[in-house]
């Protein structure tokens, strides 16, 4: 695949209501969109940074200045055999697995184009549909919260994911299992806590949850081995992992008895199934995060989390529980089983809509310029 061209985009797509996290509150989706074009096709990969760097230390803003600057550059103009092929060219360049991602998941979808392949087949996935949940945000009030889930229950969601933060935590999950009873239920503290704080998870312990999602530091995989040791219920690391060593490091001090994977959290989709591949020989189970991606992003994910080893529901819900309106067509939909179908046309698998996506477009270059 010769790269002949590259089109950045900072797109900003409203969202049908707020996100909130213990870290902040989102209710519009700004991301980076990356066009590539090779051979006569296109292919879109998704950089689900955010505008400020609270999730991991990647914004659009950082986003675009690697990939303008450093990342394509070294693509334009050169012809890249396979995907994972662009791993080793950028390696040199630290961290901004993001940037990275966005790149290489076009490059995944211009290949599979080309091998007339669906994307979840060029990876290694055997699935047709992938078991999901939602993820839900924190909500004024815990009777708000309740009102949000049930909601999402009666959508035919099965698995139920809430944020939790200090305050709002063993009272709010004890409050979810009296309103539901015996649903799929797991938290996400996206790192609030500290070791001090392990008697609010030992209290959650009785509330048999499916996992707790990176309670401690992103950076802090010893913490999390003492704070495991101490639970029944497994630890689930997401922002904690950024390579497939981080995983084996994880792994190897009981640091986590599951695993998140978010390809763009660690710079691409190679380094996603390289992280599954591990897990499963490690037989540690993983599932699909996600970061609010727009379709694009999502679909990319759906192939990915079509591996063996995704045996936990994924964060990918469908296109109207995030957007009113999504960039692809047909929109991401859920099955009556709690599962989204694959795409399994060739590539992507969807069609991206050029009209919304330039509606959407609050920033737009092209390279070479
Ligand atoms: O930690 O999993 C997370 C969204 C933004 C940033 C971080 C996270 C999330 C989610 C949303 O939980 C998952 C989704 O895309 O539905
Ligand atoms: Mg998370």
């Not at 879109?44 to 230390?57: I, K, M, R, T």
């Not at 990939?67 to 060219?89: K, Q, S, Y």
């Not at 001090?196 to 010893?222: C, K, N, R, Y």
């Not at 699909?288 to 990915?304: D, F, H, K, P």
């Amino acid at each position: 695949m010769k790269v002949s061209r590259a089109e950045l985009r900072h797109v900003e797509l409203p969202m049908v209501f707020p996100f909130e996290t213990s870290f902040g509150r989102e209710s519009v989706k700004a991301c980076l969109l990356v066009r590539l074009f090779a051979d006569g096709l296109e292919g879109w990969g998704e950089v689900p940074a955010a505008h400020a760097p609270l999730y991991n230390e990647e914004t659009v803003g950082t986003a675009w200045h690697i990939l303008e600057t450093f990342i394509l550059p070294l693509i334009l103009g050169r012809d890249i055999g396979h995907p994972r092929d662009f791993p080793p060219l950028v390696r040199h360049l630290r961290r901004h697995y993001m940037a990275k991602a966005g790149v290489e998941a076009a490059l995944w979808a211009l290949y599979s184009q080309a091998a007339r392949l669906p994307l979840a087949a060029a990876l290694g996935g055997t699935r047709t549909r992938v078991a999901v949940g939602v993820s839900v945000g924190i909500e004024p009030t815990i009777d708000a919260l309740l009102a949000r889930i049930e909601a999402f229950l009666g959508q035919g969601y099965r698995r139920i994911k809430i944020k939790i933060k200090p305050g709002w935590d063993v009272d709010v999950v004890k409050a979810v299992r009296r309103a539901f009873g015996a649903i799929v239920l797991q938290v996400d503290a996206n790192s609030a806590y500290s070791l001090a704080q392990t008697e609010i998870f030992q209290a959650m312990d009785a509330s048999e949850l499916l996992l707790i999602e990176q309670p401690l530091g992103e950076d802090d995989i010893v913490d999390h081995a003492h704070l495991q040791a101490q639970l029944r219920t497994p630890i689930c690391l997401d922002e904690s992992i950024v390579t497939p060593a981080d995983a084996r490091k994880a792994i190897g001090l009981g640091s986590c008895r599951v695993i998140n994977i978010k390809a763009a959290r660690m710079g691409g989709l190679s380094a996603g199934v390289a992280t599954h591949d591990l897990c499963l020989s490690a037989q540690i189970p993983v599932w699909c995060g996600g970061l609010l991606e727009t379709g694009i992003g999502r679909a990319a994910n759906l192939a990915l989390a079509s591996l063996p080893n995704f045996v936990f529901p994924a964060d990918l819900s469908a296109s109207s529980r995030y957007f009113r309106e999504d960039l692809i067509a047909p929109p991401v939909t859920l099955n009556p089983d709690s599962t989204i179908t694959v795409p399994s046309d060739p590539g992507l698998g969807v069609h991206v809509i050029a009209e919304r996506v330039d509606r959407h477009t609050v920033r737009r270059a092209v390279f070479p310029q």
